[in-house]
């Protein structure tokens, strides 16, 4: 399991400074906050053949092509002295674009990510998260007391992202709403 570990870290240390340049944020490059032991055999194995296959990739061969035509040293200048519009730096941002592309693509759920153990007595540990519906009418004005966004058939809060903020529509174009009217 430690090899494994080992294996995907070096992998992804070889690819880092690439994919950072290309406009992937850090989080996404980091390994899990785990240990070896808690993450299956057959996941390491998915995600050390989705990684070889990316930095294996015409996207990636692509990008060093392009970052190799300039010294490093020379790639820091320009960016020093704020140089922009050169074919060089247009072929890069190109490159860039495609790897950060096929980053997104298929990218398996691993990098950067907290996973769930579970404590030995077989309790979830403390930093789980999860909603709960508990809510006091007080804290919420709800005079039913329920939380907002609750959906009383599966127990469950709805989440902040799902829920309708309350604002209608617009679209933006010809100066006119969603009905087509015109609006002052």
């Given at each position: 399991m430690k090899q494994a570990w080992a294996d995907v870290e070096n992998l992804l240390t070889e690819v880092r400074p690439h994919l950072l340049r290309a406009g992937v944020p850090q989080r996404q490059l980091t390994m899990p906050d785990a240990t070896p032991d808690?993450?299956?055999?057959?996941?390491?194995?998915?995600?050390?053949?989705?990684?070889?296959?990316?930095?294996?990739?015409?996207?990636?061969?692509?990008l060093l092509k392009v970052w190799k035509l300039v010294a490093p040293d020379v790639w820091e200048r320009y960016k020093l002295l704020d140089i922009k519009g050169l074919q060089e730096q247009i072929l890069l941002e190109k490159a860039q674009?495609?790897?950060?592309?096929?980053?997104?693509?298929?990218r398996p759920f691993f990098f950067g990510r907290k996973f769930k153990t579970e404590e030995p007595n077989g309790d979830s540990p403390s930093t789980d998260t999860e909603p709960t519906t508990e809510a006091t009418t007080e804290q919420d004005g709800n005079p039913e007391g329920a939380a907002v966004g609750d959906i009383r058939s599966k127990g469950k809060r709805t989440p902040p992202h799902h829920r309708r903020r309350g604002r209608p529509r617009v679209l933006r174009g010809e100066g006119e709403g969603i009905s087509g009217d015109p609006q002052s």
């Open positions: 808690d993450i299956k055999v057959e996941r390491f194995v998915e995600i050390f053949d989705w990684l070889h296959k990316l930095k294996t990739g015409p996207e990636f061969l692509a674009i495609v790897l950060r592309k096929a980053w997104k693509q298929n």
